[in-house]
C-alpha cells in the first residue's frame, strides 16, 4: 500500500504492524484534532470549512460518508474520491470516465493522498490512510481516525443541520462503546486479521474470533431490529461497512470461507434494512470493492479482478416485524 517515511513515499508497508507470531496488528491513527460547535477545540463547527477525503473501497471512509448523509451534511462538507484500486502512490484523486462519481481534490489539487499528508506535515512518517477531515481554514489535516470523525459529524454540527437526534446518546453509550469494541476486534478489525495474517495459527485466532462473534450478532439480530433494540445507534453503523464488502471481498479474498453475510438469514436480512435507509444506498458500491480489494498484489499476486460482483441488497427485508 505505501507509506510515507520522512516525508518521502515509499512502496513497502510498515513493519510494525505484524507482529513475530504472524498477526496483523494494526497501528493507531496520527491525527487527533477535534472540530468542536463553540470551536474550543481550536476547530469550530462551520458550514464549507472542512473537507472529507475518502475512498468508496475504504470501510473505514465509508462510516463518514454514511454520517455525511445521516447528519444532513452534504452542503456542510465537501468530499474528494480516489478512484478504486490500489496504485502504485496509494490512493489517487483524478479525473476518469470510468469512475464518474470519483472526483478529484479541489481544494489543494494533489494528485495522491501522501501529498495532502506532506502538505499539512511535511516530515511525516507513516501510513496514509482514508478517511482524512482537512480544515480550509488553516491548511491541516484535524482527524484520519474514522472512529473520532463520525462522532464529531453526529454532534457537533447540529446547530448547523438542525439535526439533533444522537446516534450515540449519553444514555447508551456504555452499551454502544462495549458492541463497537467486539466489533471491531473481531469484525471490522476481524476480516484483515484473517487476510493479512502470515501464520496459521494467527489466520486460525482470527477466523475463529470473526465468525464466534457473527455467530452472536446473527442470534443478537433474531430477537431484536438493530444492535441494540428498535432504535438505530453507532454501533450499527460501524458494523454496515464490513457487511457490505463481506461476500465481494472478505469471503473469498481474505479467506473468511465459513460462510457468506447472505447465508445468515438474520444479518442478511439486518444488512438491507440498514442499506434502505433514506440515502444510504448512494454510498454502497459493490463494484468499487471488487476492483479495491483485489487489486492488492500482496495477496493477490496475480493482479486479475473478478468479473462478478456477487452482492444485491435491494430486495425486500422482514425487519419490520420488529416495529
Known sequence: MGVLINGAWTDQDLPQERAPNGEFKRIESVFRDRVSADGA???????????????????????????????????VISVSYSIPGLREQGWTFVDDPRYPDCTPDTVNGCRYMHQVYTLSSPDYTGKVTVPVLWDKQTRRIVNNESS???????SEFADITGSKDLLYPPELREAIDGLNDLIYRTVNNGVYRCGFASS?????AAYDGLFATLDQLEDRLSRQRYLLGNRLTEADWRLFPTLVRFDVAYFSLFRCNRNRISDFPNLSNYTRDLYSVPGIAGTVTPRYYVENYWSNQRINPSGIIPRGTPADFTAPHDRARFA
Open 148 to 154: 473520532e470523525i463520525i462522532r464529531m459529524l453526529d
Open 41 to 75: 477545540s481550536g476547530f469550530k463547527a462551520e458550514a464549507g470549512r472542512y473537507h472529507l477525503y475518502v475512498a468508496h473501497g475504504c470501510p473505514w471512509a465509508h462510516r463518514t460518508l454514511i454520517y455525511r448523509v445521516l447528519k444532513g451534511l452534504e452542503d
Open 200 to 204: 496459521q495459527a494467527a489466520y486460525d
